[in-house]
Structures are given as C-alpha cells and as structure tokens.
C-alpha cells in the first residue's frame, strides 16, 4: 500500500517533499531527480528554492530526468516543458543545465528519442526520486488511459480531456499539440522512490483510483501499487474519495521519524 499523508495545503506539501529533496542531495551530491511539470510540483520548487536560500548546498552535481514533452512546438516556445523546466526548476534551483534533461519532442528525431532518452537515464544511474502529479484522467507524465505498464518513452497520442485541461497554458485549444513523447509507466516504475502529488477536489477521482482502485492501464496511476516505495502527498479536497483515509492519517502520525518519506 503506498503511504498517503494528507497535508493542509500545497506549501505544506512544498516543505516536506522538498525537505525530503534536500536531505537525498546532501546524502547523495550526484543525485538523479525525476522532474515533473504542471502546476502540481510547483510548491516542491518553491519550497526548496527558499530553502537553498536559507541554506545554501551544492546542487551543481544534481542531474535531472523530466517526464515528458509535446511534440512539435516551435523551438523555444514558452510552454514547451523544456522551456518550463529551465522556467520553473533550472533557473529557480540554480541547477547545471547541461545535467537536466527533457525529452526532444523535434519531430524529426522522434523514431529514435525514445531509445536515446531511456539510454539517458540508465547511463545515469537511474532515477533516486521522480516527481509525479496526475491528470483528470489518471495519467501520470502524459500515459494516457491504456498506456502499458511496461512502457518506456515513446510518442504518445494526448485524449481530447488532457488537450482541454491543458489548453489554458495555450492561445488556444486548438495550439494544443495532438502528440507528445512521454517516460512510459516502466520507465516511470524503474525509479527508485515515487512522490505522487495533488491538490484540490478534481484530483480526488485520480486518487482514489491510482490508490486505492483496481491495478489496471485504465487507470495509469494504479501502476503505483506495484512500486515498493511510493509517497502519495495530498491536500484534504484530493484525499477526499480514499476509502483508508483514516487508517492513511493514522500511520503517518505514528510514523517512526527515522524513516522519512
Ligand atoms: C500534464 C502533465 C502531467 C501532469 C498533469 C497534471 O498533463 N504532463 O505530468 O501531472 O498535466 O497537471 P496539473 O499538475 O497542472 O494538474
């Protein structure tokens, strides 16, 4: 069963999962981060943009992995997640940006991206902790409903919900790429440590699902229930459909602090 702590908002989550973030690149200089995008993660930076502030720590070494990336948008278009990432985590963390990797949604590179991506991260080392959040539909990266639980990076076809949810970061829905190329839930499942965040009531259906509902590629976030280390961070709206809530709540609050997250 993954641990769910049900936190009081998103700064909250912020502080703990970056505190977990920071104690894993004091451990481990060289640490390989999984980064996610959406609004989601973003309190995570937040948190640790300021706690770098308070505390300075050489994250030089750090590399970076992030999940996904729409597929044919102009080159340095604002919303391409590689510009997010050095937006959003690069510039903000004072990270090395020739360690972060995005996957290359350049149409003509895509036969091989994939491959070279996967190669990318085992070179690595793998990934230490991924960041995850998870969309209306269940997807985690963009793995679409369907996606296998044995898949690796590769182009993906977004369903017209993510198109729609996505389509406020856009000019219009209709700029919303059709295609994407995505970490695959294998690829995903390879890390060594999964945090899973979401906030508010839209994402309590996905929750539900990815914890507590039937392990099945129609809902990609039930992946997590085969991981053996998962740490699922939720405010109170999202926690709001988990069966276990009680039983969530009450781990935590006896949760021996020499474990961590
Ligand atoms: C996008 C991303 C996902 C993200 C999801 C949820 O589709 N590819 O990685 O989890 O959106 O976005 P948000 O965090 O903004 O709700």
Same mark, same amino acid.
């Given at each position: 069963?993954?641990?769910? /702590?049900? *936190?009081?908002?998103? +700064?909250? &989550? =912020?502080?703990?999962? @970056? !505190? %977990?973030?920071? #104690? ?75 360690? /972060?990797? *995005?996957?290359?949604? +350049?149409? &003509? =590179?895509?036969?091989? @991206? !994939? %491959?070279?991506? #996967? ?88 929750? @539900?699902? %990815? ?51």
């Amino acid at each position: 069963m993954a641990e769910v /702590i049900v *936190v009081e908002n998103e +700064d909250a &989550a =912020g502080e703990l999962v @970056a !505190g %977990a973030i920071r #104690e894993l690149i004091t451990a481990r200089p060289e640490a390989v981060l999984g980064l996610a995008t959406g609004s989601t993660p973003l309190p995570v930076y937040r948190a640790f943009a300021r706690s770098l502030a308070a505390r300075p720590l050489d994250v030089s070494r750090v590399r970076g992995f992030s999940l996904d990336e729409y597929v044919g948008l102009p080159d340095g278009h604002r919303e391409s997640y590689r510009a997010v990432i050095s937006r959003d985590v690069v510039a903000p963390l004072g990270l090395t940006p020739g360690r /972060i990797r *995005v996957p290359s949604g +350049d149409p &003509a =590179g895509l036969p091989t @991206a !994939g %491959a070279d991506y #996967e190669q990318a991260i085992v070179d690595a080392g793998g990934v230490d902790l991924q960041l995850l959040g998870i969309g209306r539909t269940g997807h985690l990266g963009f793995n679409e409903p369907g996606s296998s639980f044995a898949s690796l990076t590769r182009v993906k076809t977004l369903t017209p919900q993510t198109r729609a949810d996505n389509a406020r970061f856009f000019d219009s829905p209709a700029e919303v790429p059709i295609h994407c190329i995505t970490q695959g839930l294998g690829t995903i499942m390879r890390a060594r440590h999964l945090v899973l965040l979401a906030f508010g009531h839209g994402k309590a259906t996905a929750i @539900a699902a %990815a914890v507590e509902g039937p392990v099945t590629s129609s809902q990609p976030g039930s992946a997590i229930q085969l991981h053996p280390h998962v740490t699922v961070v939720v405010d109170e709206a999202a926690a709001g459909r988990l069966t276990n809530l009680d039983y969530f709540r009450y781990a935590w609050a006896n949760k021996p602090a020499w474990q961590g997250i």
